[in-house]
């Protein structure tokens, strides 16, 4: 099935612009997720024996999961755990409904096994996504965990950016498993700024107090936060946003987002500006995983994301101190069974360990 795709489906994607064709693999998964016969067949065939993982209080059925970019708006999280998933995350969501930047704004490089994106957060808005939600795989009723990435609308000044953090906590905390704070996306003007400390410490304490607010006002089980953090910053600031996710009892980090850098000679061919994820970003986003397992003495949980596509990238990923894993370019260019064959791996990986 890996061939079939890698040798016909893949190939007569391609010649379409990038976007049109994530907007085909988005309807196919749309049309999978309403026909639950075939869903069934499809779990069914990419069902693992089991490698599970505990953490911020939830069980993972497997360490595979689908990072946010891919299903921005909640459409087809019941298709992605079919084909194998162990969570999905999706988003990024902002209070309102945006259309993101100007087309084109996605960009493939094959050679490389790389795209660039420049979406700028476009999305359905909070509440749309969260009512879809409730509707469509209502908490409460799932067999693995929900993630919701959040973030600042594009035209919200970064003095008020923690009112929409807030706002999105809000209206998605009853729906989601664990939210994703995002500050390190390269495609909101000034969002990475958020990252430094004198706008990372006031945002954080702000979202903790919300959370605190929800759990005593309405009585909701506490939601478990997750920082996502970007590939570009230097170790120095690492320490930083590390000590602050301490001090405002942030549950794990995401490392990494997509990267501006084009340092490496073979990225020559990426003229595009946007964040560049894949293959490229395998190296630099596994130092920073392993960077932050050691400087938190492993008691910062991290989902480890940039460039995994086999088994080899898993394993590097969870050697340098990912407990969980994630996944989006891969899934382009390696095609929907990835993450059955992913999740099996890391089986056989425990297994050989014992």
Do not use: W
């Not at 939210?179 to 495609?187: G, H, R, T």
């Amino acid at each position: 099935m890996n061939l079939l795709y890698e040798k016909i489906i893949r190939p007569l994607l391609f010649k379409l612009e990038a976007e049109r064709a994530h907007q085909i693999a988005a309807f196919s998964m749309r049309i999978l997720g309403k026909t639950s016969p075939l869903r069934g067949l499809v779990a069914y065939y990419c069902q693992t024996k089991s490698s599970p993982v505990r953490l911020f209080g939830l069980d993972f059925p497997n360490p595979v999961g689908l990072a946010a970019g891919m299903d921005k708006n909640g459409e087809f999280i019941k298709s992605a755990f079919a084909l194998g998933f162990g969570h999905v995350e999706i988003g990024t969501i902002t209070p309102q409904r945006q259309l993101g930047n100007a087309r084109p704004r996605l960009f493939r490089y094959p050679s490389v096994n790389g795209i660039v994106n420049r979406m700028g957060f476009n999305n359905d808005g909070a509440e749309i996504v969260a009512d879809r939600i409730k509707r469509n795989y209502p908490k409460g009723k799932r067999n693995a965990p929900l993630g919701i990435n959040i973030g600042k609308a594009k035209t919200t000044d970064l003095d008020q950016a923690a009112e929409d953090y807030i706002t999105c906590f809000k209206i998605v905390a009853e729906q989601a498993d664990y939210i994703a704070i995002n500050v390190s996306s390269p495609n909101t003007r000034s969002l990475r700024t958020l990252q430094k400390p004198d706008r990372l410490e006031p945002l954080l304490n702000a979202i903790n107090q919300a959370r605190k607010d929800i759990l005593s006002k309405m009585g909701q089980q506490r939601v478990p936060v997750l920082l996502k953090i970007s590939p570009d910053e230097s170790f120095r600031a690492l320490d930083i946003v590390l000590e602050l996710a301490f001090l405002h009892e942030i549950d794990g980090i995401i490392a990494t987002n997509s990267t501006i850098s084009r340092a490496e000679p073979n990225l020559a061919c990426c003229t595009e500006s946007g964040g560049l994820s894949g293959s490229p970003l395998r190296k630099r986003s596994t130092e920073v995983v392993r960077y932050l397992a050691k400087a938190s003495g492993g008691q910062m949980p991290i989902i480890g994301v940039g460039g995994i596509h086999d088994a080899m990238s898993v394993g590097e990923k969870m050697d340098a101190g990912a407990s969980l894993i994630q996944l989006y370019s891969g899934f382009v260019y390696k095609g929907p069974l990835l993450a059955k064959s992913l999740a099996r791996s890391t089986v056989h990986r425990r297994q050989n360990s014992m």
